[in-house]
Structures are given as C-alpha cells and as structure tokens.
C-alpha cells in the first residue's frame, strides 16, 4: 500500500517571492514516481511535475523544481516568483503498481 | 484535455436510483482509472483498469462497479446511489509503457459533480 501526507492545508506566499510544499510519501515499491499536480478553481487537474525515483537529479519545470531525498520519503515542491495565477490546491502523488495515490491537498494563496 | 472526456459534467440523481458515469479516451492508453474528490480527502480511487475487461479495486470500491468493454470507454455504475456518494468523479488515463512499466504521467477528465438528494 501507499501513502502519501501533505502536512500543510494551507500556504499563502507573496507576489514575487518562493513557496515550499511539504509532501512525505511511504511505498513498498521499489520503482515508482512522484507527481505534483495543481487545481485551480476550475477544477482541472494540471501536472506541474514529474520525478523519477530511480533518479538522483532533482525534476525542475521553469518556476517549479522539487526537493526529491529518497531516503527521507520526501518529495517538496518550490514555486519560485510566485505569480497569481499560481493560486490553487497542489496535491503530491505517488505512482506504483499501476496506482496513483494522492495527498489530502494544500491550498496555496498568493497575496499581491 | 483533448484526449479524455467525462459525462455527463453534473448530475442530480435521487437516493436509491442507478447511475452510470461515463469515461472516454482517444489516445489507446491502457490504464484508465476513476477517483472521487471529497474536501480533506484529496483523491481516491474507486476502481481502475489495466485493459479490456480487466479491472481490479481501488481504496473505496464499495458501492461501485466498473466495466470496459472497448479500450476507450470506461463505465462507473452506482448500483444504488447513496448521499454519502455525492462527490467530484475524476476519471484518469496514464501513459505507461509495456516495456519496463515506465510511467509518463496521468491525464484527468474535467470531472462530475454528483449530487445524491
């Protein structure tokens, strides 16, 4: 079984400046993935990130990059300059024996 | 997106009756999975599928079925709807390879609301 804890409900950030997201991840696989996705109001659920766990370098798309410590069981993501349309829950997932398991969320405000 | 869509998007239904979500994929993706979406629980899965025909169970199947007949289309039924099955359904499709099993991500429906009264 997999499990995977956001420990943050909520997070609000400035305009401009860096947002970590805490997420904890537990798995009995020995290959698996790690996904934050964001959803906005709409409702649409967007993939922010993908990583590898069988790979050491740290995944980084544009503004976002994570903090992947495979021993720890962490994977936290950051959001540098933060921008409005940055708002929005983020959910942290894990991928392992065809399943995708997800957190409970952290709602993310960006305050102008 | 373009490659999965969901049906109905809303839906009120009353205690007791059936009611079937619809899922549908043109990417030939093998995997397709349904969630539900509740506030402080983020997203479980209710039932998923590794091919025509094949399904297996997912954290909180009760009340549920699931059916694949076609590799696009992916069915979930509520036997008998309950309110504690109001929600956000979610269906998803993942890209993972034959070979070597690798995973390229999930791909999510837009949803549908649900409403038992």
Redesign the interface.
Known sequence: AQT?T?SQPEMSVQEAETVTLSCTYDTSES?Y?L?WYKQPPS???I?VI?Q?AYKQQNATENRFSVNFQKAAKSFSLKISDSQLGDAAMY?CAC?GN????????TRLTIIP | DAGITQSPRHKVTETGTPVTLRCHQTENHRYMYWYRQDPGHGLRLIHYSYGVKDTDKGEVSDGYSVSRSKTEDFLLTLESATSSQTSVYFCAISETTYEGGRNYGYTFGSGTRLTVV
């Open positions: 995977v956001q290959d993935y996904f409702r649409q659920m993939l993908r590898e959910f991928h065809e399943k995708l398991t997800f957190g409970t969320g």
